[in-house]
């Protein structure tokens, strides 16, 4: 049998078929995980060790150290959710494997080191700055205007990102946890998501598409959607931004999941200015739609980039259109769902193709991220306007019930309506 690869896994649901991957009969394949995901770890797993939580490095580490006592050295370390990217690379530095480490890392996870390297290509970036106290988010706000935006550096889902309308706001700062921060100008044009793979040469398949609210809206209590963009020329700027920033940020072969700022210039062009970049597959159902609507499986390429092989993926000669819904549930997780409600669409076009909705008296774990929330769906279309129809129409028809956990009282009801 050949080595031993270590892979730190975090998902309840099928995101990623490891098994395609790696051939667990001819490696030592382990795994690092939690309760909540251990029913979705490959049966023919050598090792299992399970963490309260593949962010905490410690924890980490000691399962790393046990399995390594076990099955000798990794080889490799594999991690496919961008939370668990830092820890991963923690674990390879102090192996001296193979694959990603911190130094090499920072450009995709810290991002004032981000945005720097994509403003030094000469690529377009909203204003920002350092934010390491109240007193530079003012120095900031003073010469760039109000509102800013102030988020954690390393942050994921749009955790911990605030919106500071005025001075005023300024105290709201000192609730947060402490750690590294960056403040960058508001931009208000539409935010759209590209999502592939780059070759080390060019770009792979890739598909852009526009969100329907946004991602600090659903951390809000909103509900969140997105739709795939087939606008011809939309997409022609999309493509030579996403290779230049592709290039600038990762040289070598990287799965990307790409935002950006959409917007029209006052005189009339159309303009695409960088927001951030992760080094993984795009979160929320977007590894399902490239599977099961394009039949792209974008783990299998990321997995094949920290295996230290050369990603290959196909490109279809005629894309379908796809999308996604995300509804928070009502009251804040842990809570337990009471009810709910979804109208049968008139046809199959006018509905999801799939959804992922939890049973009465199943508990919404408090988690984090877009996989553990109210509800979850998934479209496909011919066109990105049959497709956005679909998105809203569920949104407006969905209804969701949820108490606290613990109690039959005190319960919410999703109000899951989107804006245009």
């Known amino acids: 049998m050949s080595g031993h690869i270590v892979v730190i896994h975090r998902w309840r649901d099928r995101h990623a078929h490891y098994e395609d991957y790696l051939d667990h009969r001819a490696h030592r394949v382990t795994y ?37 006592a076990r099955f000798g050295a990794p080889e490799r370390v594999v991690a496919l959710n961008e939370g668990d990217l830092d820890t991963a690379a923690l674990v390879r530095e102090r192996l001296g494997c193979a694959g990603q480490t911190p130094g090499t890392l920072a450009r995709f996870r810290d991002k004032l080191v981000m945005n720097r390297t ?16 109240e007193a530079a988010v003012r120095a900031f706000a003073d010469r760039h205007g109000w509102p800013v935006v102030v988020k954690p550096r390393r942050g994921t889902a749009s955790r911990g990102v605030v919106l500071l309308e005025s001075p005023a706001d300024l105290p ?38 526009r969100y329907v609210n946004t991602c600090v809206d659903f951390t809000r209590g909103e509900a969140l959607g997105s739709v795939e963009v087939d606008d011809p020329d939309l997409l022609a700027s999309l493509s030579g931004f996403t290779d230049r920033v592709a290039r600038a940020l990762g040289p070598e072969p990287w799965v990307f999941h790409l935002e950006a700022f959409v917007g029209t210039s006052p005189d009339g062009r159309r303009t695409v200015r960088f927001l951030e970049a992760g080094y993984r597959v795009g979160g929320a159902e977007i590894p399902f739609v490239w599977r099961e609507v394009h039949g792209i499986d974008l783990m299998h390429a990321a997995a094949d980039v920290q295996l230290g092989r050369r990603p290959a993926l196909p490109v279809p000669d005629r894309w379908r259109t796809g999308g996604w819904l995300l509804v ?14 979804l109208p049968e669409a008139p046809s199959p076009d006018e509905g999801p193709y799939a959804s992922v909705i939890p049973a009465v008296g199943h508990v919404v774990p408090r988690v984090g991220g877009y996989e553990h929330v109210g509800a979850r769906f998934r479209f496909r279309g011919e066109s990105s306007g049959d497709v956005e129809k679909a998105v809203l129409r569920t949104a407006a028809q969905f209804r969701l019930e949820c108490v606290p956990a613990g109690t039959n009282r005190g319960g919410g009801r999703a109000v899951c309506g989107l804006d245009r």
């Open 32 to 68: 690092v995980t939690t309760e909540t995901a251990l029913d979705s770890v490959p049966v023919r797993a050598a090792a299992v060790d399970v963490v309260p939580a593949t962010d905490d490095p410690d924890a980490v580490w000691r399962a790393v150290s046990g399995l390594r």
């Open 118 to 133: 994509v403003e030094g290509a000469g690529i377009p970036v909203p204003a920002f700055a350092d934010a390491p106290d």
């Open 172 to 209: 709201s700062l000192r609730t947060l946890p402490p750690e590294p921060r960056l403040v960058q100008e508001f931009c208000a044009d539409a935010v759209f998501h590209i999502d592939g793979l780059w070759t080390g040469d060019g770009l792979g398949p890739w598909r852009a598409s």
């Open 328 to 341: 928070p549930s009502p009251v804040p997780a842990p809570c337990r769902v009471t009810s709910w409600a």
